[in-house]
């Protein structure tokens, strides 16, 4: 069977499952790694957001394997690429826009410590959920403005007390900078994804896992793009060299680092990307802001932060919120489904009657 759009309910489910899992390694594991490349004495702004999308070239063998997967059923007729020029370029500006957005973290990330992540949670989630309102005119339901709203509170708790959190060598001026900076970041960042759903739903073609493959490596390709000529206004290629040899942990695992900086940001671009999808753009923040405590207690182990009350409470807002966002998912699946079967019913009836 030729891949198709209209994937069943199963295997949306498992897709989903997938995607998710894509995610959660990206929302954990990215901003640690962002973390360790400057605790250890990185300091390139430039090149770290260049990490964050600079693993494009991975999407690569999904792609290839997809479509000699297609070759095999269709043969020599099938289509290298689905991409029209008008998605081509919808995902390039798009992809400026993660960019700009991935220096942005970057310079935050530079200045704060993991935990004040959460206020970029916090306000990421927010965004998102007005943008999908206003961008894809999304309809909330009961559960849905309840999950949003627990997991923002349970985020703004966690960063209530960052500002004693401020790291050692970091000023009151350049924490307060990088606090401003991932608020921008967390602003833009909620926006770009109920764009990519608007772009979805205007495709005016079919959306397969192909193509959404391909929107991702253009969209990470434009990114990359962007920061690459940042990296050469900075000089940042003739200084990578110099600072892997003064890297705390060793120039070898210096080079560790940012290859698996780049690997694990991949990893978050095609799952948040991927539950779009399958999904919307606002379970996609809804699954960043749900792994927020996990990456918080991550910080706590790898970087002894430490680990207040709020983030206790935050935990527990955080993981209802969930519960509450896919309950209502479930009973949605459950309704939908109901829903077909009485319309299929009907229609066996009326053949029945003419015949």
Not at 204 to 233: W, Y
């Amino acid at each position: 069977m030729e891949e198709e759009a209209n994937l069943s309910i199963n295997m949306r489910r498992f897709l989903l499952i997938i995607n998710c899992l894509l995610l959660s390694v990206g929302v954990c594991g990215g901003p640690l790694m962002m973390r360790l490349y400057f605790v250890e004495g990185g300091s390139r702004i430039w090149f770290n957001s260049w990490l964050q999308t600079g693993g494009w070239p991975l999407t690569i063998i999904p792609l290839v394997i997809l479509y000699f997967y297609r070759r095999k059923i269709k043969g020599s007729d099938t289509k290298f690429y689905y991409i029209t020029p008008r998605i081509f370029i919808a995902s390039f500006v798009i992809g400026i826009l993660t960019g700009v957005d991935a220096y942005l973290y970057s310079w935050g990330g530079s200045k704060l410590p993991v935990s004040t992540s959460s206020l970029l949670i916090a306000a990421q989630l927010a965004f998102t959920a007005i943008g999908a309102y206003f961008i894809v005119k999304l309809k909330f339901t009961s559960y849905s403005i309840n999950a949003v709203v627990l997991l923002t509170l349970g985020a703004v708790l966690l960063g209530m007390r960052s500002n004693g959190d401020r790291p050692e060598g970091v000023t009151s001026k350049e924490y307060v900078i990088g606090f401003i900076m991932t608020l921008l970041a967390a602003a833009l960042y909620g926006l770009v994804l109920p764009c990519i759903e608007l772009m979805y739903l205007k495709a005016k073609q079919a959306i397969t896992a192909t193509l959404v493959l391909e929107i991702q490596m253009v969209m990470c390709f434009a990114s990359t793009a962007f920061c690459t000529i940042g990296m050469i206004a900075n000089k940042d290629f003739q200084a990578i060299s110099r600072e892997a040899k003064h890297f705390n942990l060793g120039e070898g695992r210096y080079y560790i680092v940012v290859i698996w900086s780049a690997i694990i940001w991949q990893c978050f671009f095609v799952g948040a990307v991927g539950v779009i999808y399958l999904s919307s753009s606002l379970m996609s923040g809804v699954m960043i802001a749900v792994l927020l405590p996990i990456t918080e207690i991550l910080g706590v182990i790898f970087f002894d932060e430490k680990f207040s009350g709020e983030k206790g409470l935050s935990l527990f807002l955080s993981l209802w919120g969930f519960v509450s966002y896919f309950y209502g998912e479930f009973k949605q699946a459950k309704k939908v489904e109901k829903k077909k079967i009485q319309e299929n019913e009907m229609t066996t009836t009326t053949q029945i009657e003419h015949v």
